[in-house]
Each structure stands twice: as C-alpha cells, then as structure tokens.
C-alpha cells in the first residue's frame, strides 16, 4: 500500500488548485507534533494554524474570517494574507502569506468543522478522547494556563457536541509508542487509509 503521504499527494484538488488536509482532534491530542511531523514527510507545505485564526472572544467562531481571508484566495489561485492571533498580547500581529500550493495542511480543533468539509481533500483525526487529550495540554501548559482551560473545555465541549469532526474523519490517527497508527474513519471515501506511519 503506498505511503499516506503519496496517497495525499495523489488526491484530487479540492480549493481550486489545493488539496487541502485537515487535521483536527481535541486541544492538547497532539495535532501540531504530527501535523509538523506530515509536512517534513510532505516535503514542507504551508502549514496554517488555526490557533492563529481563532481569538479570545472567537474561541471557535472564526469560519468567516478563515474563509474571507484563507478560502476564497486560495480558491481562486491567489496567495492568501491573514494576520495571525498572538494569545499572549491578545491582539492579531503582522500579515503572514499562504501560497496555493498543490497541498495546504490546516491544523487545529475544528480543521473537520461542517463549514470545511467540502473543501478538504482529506479528514484526519487525532484519535484521543477528550478527557486524556485536556489532560496531556493542561500539564503541557502548566499553571499560568489553568484558567484559559478552565473556560476552554465547555467551549470545545458545546462546539462538538454541535459540530463533530470525528464521525466525517476520512483518518483516524492514534498515537503509539513507536509513531502512530493510522485507521480508517467514520467517514472514510472509498479508498483505505489504514496504514502505520512512523515518526
């Protein structure tokens, strides 16, 4: 079976000349490390994070910003230019470029959301429950973060409970002690995915 990469790769475009691949899962369910992980074997796509779309008063409200500013340029070919959110300073930083390159990673809770699924080539999920996903970000993020997960949990709670990613994910990705897993989703196209990708 050909590697997941050269299975992505092969995937028709989805956003004008993009193949867009979603990476979503629960805060703290290891999304950034396999996303950062998928593009060195990718060869180095732009990689969009959506923490830099997302603010504090729009914990996951951000569709249309995402789709104004990202979607629609790259949709038409263009290079898309957005402002990424600095959490720490609580305001959006300097315009930041993302090329329409043939694929473009996504990363965050959310990347599966209703409102993208048409546009992605591809679905995948970092197959952790909620409960060891907040857990794993909570000791990651120590103390001083304490009260952002406090008011962060019953957001993403309430944003799954009416927009589930995991039952569209072509991909369900599980991490393991030599790499991860890789299974076919709930909501896998007619092709396998199945497969062990090592890291």
């Given at each position: 079976m050909p590697p997941l990469t050269t299975r992505l790769r092969d995937l028709p475009p989805t956003c004008g000349p993009v193949r867009l691949i979603?990476?979503?899962?629960?805060?703290?369910?290891?999304?950034?490390?396999?996303?950062?992980?998928?593009?060195?074997r990718l060869g180095?796509?732009?990689?969009?994070?959506?923490?830099?779309?997302?603010?504090?008063d729009r914990l996951f409200d951000w569709t249309d910003r995402l789709s104004?500013?990202?979607l629609e340029p790259l949709?038409?070919?263009?290079?898309?230019?957005?402002?990424?959110?600095?959490?720490?300073?609580?305001?959006?930083?300097?315009?930041r470029e993302l090329p329409p390159a043939p694929v473009v990673l996504i990363e965050g809770v959310g990347a599966g959301r209703r409102a993208l699924r048409p546009l992605l080539a591809a679905s995948l999920w970092m197959d952790l429950s909620a409960s060891q996903a907040w857990a794993r970000g909570r000791?990651?993020?120590g103390d001083a973060q304490r009260e952002f997960w406090d008011r962060w949990e019953p957001a993403?709670?309430?944003?799954?409970?009416?927009d589930p990613s995991r039952p569209f994910a072509d991909l369900l990705v599980r991490?393991?002690?030599?790499?991860?897993?890789?299974?076919?989703?709930?909501?896998?196209?007619?092709?396998s995915w199945s497969d062990r990708h090592r890291g």
């Open positions: 979603g990476v979503d899962g629960h805060a703290g369910s290891g999304k950034s490390t396999f996303t950062r992980l998928l593009a060195e180095g796509p732009p990689v969009l994070c959506l923490d830099d779309i997302a603010d504090h104004r500013r990202v949709a038409r070919g263009e290079t898309a230019v957005y402002s990424a959110y600095d959490w720490a300073s609580r305001r959006f930083g300097p315009p000791a990651r993020d993403e709670r309430e944003h799954f409970a009416e991490p393991g002690r030599e790499g991860y897993r890789l299974l076919d989703g709930p909501g896998a196209r007619p092709r």
